[in-house]
């Protein structure tokens, strides 16, 4: 009777194993199988050709004076200029000539000295925080030029100026530029030299090297070449 339910046993152990392959093969051969898909194809969107791009560069006209720490900016602010106040049609800028007015160094240019120095030298504060050279020293007119910070934030704060120190400022003008081009930059070239030895600073050009005779050439032949 033992021997019997032993085999019995190993019969129905059989049976149940063999049932589970069965049932794991069938499993695993239908993961296998794909199911049915509709090879119809389906229409496609309607693409519309793009636009051609255009180029967005900015022109002289939309550059700001974008300066930042420790790091002198060489963007003038291209602005449209006044008279008496009033917006003028004025030529869109072209080009620009612009001088750095550089300390020594490990100096800076005190504001309490800073202020009567440009001054004295016709210019006015504008209420984008830079010093504007107009045509009259009364502050009447075009602007010729103009100076600001060459550090960052490139403005001046006048409320503050004995509290304010710098490494270093910059002369800027426009070309073309209202009025006599060539006397413009002459002052321009004047008061950088002005503001250079009262202060024992360095004159330096657009590429921030020493001013040298014939770069001044080259900029008064630029200036010609948008004088009318």
């Known amino acids: 009777m033992a021997e019997e339910l032993r085999w019995a046993l190993i019969v129905i152990s059989a049976l149940v194993i063999g049932g589970l392959l069965i049932h794991g093969l069938w499993s695993v051969r239908k993961k296998e199988t794909p199911e049915h898909t509709d090879n119809t194809p ?4 309607k693409v519309e050709p793009a636009a051609p791009a255009t180029e967005n560069e900015p022109e002289l006209g939309d ?47 005190a504001g309490s000295k800073l202020l009567p120095s440009v001054l004295s030298l016709g210019f006015k504060y504008s209420d984008e925080g830079f010093f504007n050279r107009h045509v009259e020293p009364s ?10 910070n060459m550090f960052n934030p490139g403005t001046f704060d006048i409320d503050n ?6 490494a270093g ?5 426009t070309l073309p530029c209202e009025g006599d081009s ?18 024992g600073a360095t004159v ?25």
């Open 63 to 109: 550059m700001n004076f974008s300066a930042v720490d420790e790091e002198p900016t060489t963007e003038p602010v291209v602005e449209e200029q006044t008279q008496d106040n009033a917006p003028s049609a004025a030529t869109e800028p072209q080009d620009f000539i612009i001088l750095h007015i550089e300390m020594p160094e490990g100096l800076s240019m």
């Open 139 to 148: 502050g009447k007119g075009p602007v010729l030029f103009r100076l600001v």
């Open 169 to 173: 400022v910059s002369l800027f003008m």
């Open 42 to 45: 389906k229409p496609q969107p």
């Open 161 to 166: 100026m004995e509290q304010f120190s710098t």
């Open 204 to 228: 330096l050009d657009h590429q921030r090297q020493p001013l040298s005779v014939e770069t001044v050439r080259s900029y008064v032949e630029k200036v010609r070449e948008f004088t009318a």
């Open 182 to 199: 060539l006397a413009a930059f002459n002052m321009l070239n004047s008061a950088a030299k002005k503001l250079s030895d009262e202060f």
